[in-house]
């Protein structure tokens, strides 16, 4: 990679935007530390139905504060969930140095508000916190040609960085052809093919992000080397011709059901032998951590449909719909590539 300051600490902030709003709402809205403190300890699926939560908006929240050092999680125990002295000390009622209410002074940001209505609907609200007339879908909202261009770019700014690290975590990977699903500008295609010189790419986009990454490509003089295919991943078949299928940054934004189906058509799709690679912020197997990307994930749980997912979670996804020899590399910027391969 070019030597540059590593802007790991930059992400973090933007990424982690929503996640002090998270702990505003557990306690003023929730009072989840004082429950705990006189229910616990308890599986997460009683703590869900007893607080009136939704399963993946609580699954983030307890991530979170088991990052936090809040709770302990135990998943190979129900999932059960205990609180910790930290927890107990100050954010319990009856301690003397409770800090419910200094969290509850904060109760009336939006933000809280919106992930409390979250928390207990499991509906994401609109993306950044627009407001009102906003379209509370924000894949619904790439259709505006206007929003799909900036998305495009913000992605493609992030991948600067990001693509090179992950280029070199397959750099021992024998590819020939590549399919960049669901790929904004292209970016990560272009760092896997710098050093293959033989190799191929496409790019997979719906409209009008497809003329988006069109125009990036033309610029960068890349576009005889990495097409654009227009197609919804979710709606048309994924082409075939291709031994790797890259997902950066994609499955993150979409429920486990969706998630599975995207890898069964990756599956179905790929070239006997050929590789998914799952280019992400991912969750540790134990859902403890790490703290920067449980931050990450309240932001996606939030405005989008899905969450960070635990590296222990894809794994058993893509068992299930066939891969073999799943594993898991870390990149950059709390970054990792999960790799699992179809059988030859």
Same mark, same amino acid.
């Given at each position: 990679?070019?030597?540059?300051?590593?802007?790991?600490?930059?992400?973090?902030?933007?990424? /982690?935007?929503?996640?002090?709003?998270?702990?505003?709402? *557990?306690?003023?809205?929730?009072?989840?530390?004082?429950?705990?403190?006189?229910?616990?300890?308890?599986? $997460?699926?009683?703590?869900?139905?007893?607080?009136?939560?939704?399963?993946?908006?609580?699954?983030?929240?307890?991530?979170?504060?088991?990052?936090?050092?809040?709770?302990?999680?135990?998943?190979?125990?129900?999932?059960?969930?205990?609180?910790?002295?930290?927890?107990?000390?100050?954010?319990?009622? /009856?301690?003397?140095?409770?800090?419910?209410?200094?969290?509850?002074?904060?109760?009336?940001?939006?933000?809280?508000?919106?992930?409390?209505?979250?928390?207990?609907?499991?509906? &994401?609200?609109?993306?950044?916190? #627009?407001?009102?007339?906003?379209?509370?879908?924000? &894949?619904?909202?790439?259709?505006?040609? #206007?929003?799909?261009?900036?998305?495009?770019?913000?992605?493609?700014?992030?991948?600067?960085?990001?693509?090179?690290?992950?280029?070199?975590?397959?750099?021992?990977?024998?590819?020939?052809?590549?399919?960049?699903?669901?790929?904004?500008?292209?970016?990560? $295609?272009?760092?896997?093919?710098?050093?293959?010189? $033989?190799?191929?790419?496409?790019?997979?986009?719906?409209?009008?992000?497809?003329?988006?990454?069109?125009?990036?490509?033309?610029?960068?003089?890349? *576009?005889?080397?990495?097409?654009?295919?227009?197609?919804?991943?979710?709606?048309?078949?994924?082409?075939?011709?291709?031994?790797?299928?890259?997902? &950066?940054?994609?499955?993150?934004?979409?429920?486990?059901? %969706?998630?599975?189906?995207?890898?069964?058509?990756?599956?179905?799709?790929?070239?006997?032998?050929?590789?998914?690679?799952?280019?992400?912020?991912?969750?540790?197997?134990?859902?403890?951590?790490?703290?920067?990307? $449980?931050?990450? &994930?309240?932001?996606?749980?939030?405005?989008?449909?899905?969450?960070?997912?635990?590296?222990?979670?894809?794994?058993?996804?893509?068992?299930?719909?066939?891969?073999?020899?799943?594993?898991?590399?870390?990149?950059?910027?709390? %970054?990792?590539?999960?790799?699992?391969?179809?059988?030859?």
């Amino acid at each position: 990679m070019i030597d540059v300051p590593d802007p790991t600490v930059l992400y973090r902030v933007r990424d /982690g935007v929503y996640a002090g709003d998270l702990l505003i709402a *557990a306690v003023a809205e929730l009072d989840l530390f004082t429950w705990l403190a006189a229910h616990g300890p308890v599986p $997460a699926a009683e703590l869900c139905a007893k607080l009136g939560l939704a399963e993946r908006p609580a699954d983030v929240l307890l991530t979170y504060c088991a990052a936090l050092g809040l709770v302990e999680r135990d998943l190979d125990a129900d999932d059960r969930i205990e609180l910790t002295d930290l927890g107990r000390a100050h954010l319990a009622a /009856g301690s003397p140095y409770d800090l419910r209410a200094y969290y509850g002074s904060l109760a009336e940001r939006p933000a809280a508000r919106e992930l409390a209505h979250v928390l207990r609907t499991g509906t &994401s609200a609109a993306w950044a916190s #627009a407001g009102a007339g906003a379209d509370q879908d924000w &894949s619904g909202r790439l259709d505006d040609p #206007a929003f799909a261009e900036r998305i495009t770019a913000a992605m493609d700014a992030r991948g600067a960085f990001l693509a090179p690290a992950l280029a070199a975590a397959v750099g021992d990977l024998e590819i020939a052809a590549l399919l960049d699903v669901a790929g904004s500008s292209g970016v990560y $295609a272009a760092a896997v093919l710098a050093d293959r010189g $033989a190799a191929r790419a496409a790019v997979f986009e719906r409209e009008p992000v497809d003329a988006a990454a069109r125009t990036l490509l033309r610029a960068r003089g890349l *576009a005889e080397r990495i097409d654009v295919i227009t197609g919804d991943m979710f709606t048309d078949p994924l082409p075939t011709g291709f031994d790797a299928h890259l997902y &950066s940054h994609v499955l993150h934004d979409w429920d486990a059901p %969706r998630v599975e189906r995207l890898m069964a058509a990756s599956f179905a799709a790929l070239a006997p032998g050929g590789w998914l690679l799952d280019h992400d912020t991912h969750i540790d197997a134990d859902k403890r951590g790490p703290l920067p990307v $449980a931050e990450y &994930s309240v932001l996606l749980m939030h405005s989008t449909p899905g969450k960070c997912w635990s590296v222990r979670e894809l794994a058993e996804m893509a068992e299930r719909v066939g891969f073999v020899d799943v594993e898991h590399r870390p990149t950059a910027g709390d %970054r990792g590539v999960l790799l699992a391969r179809k059988p030859a």
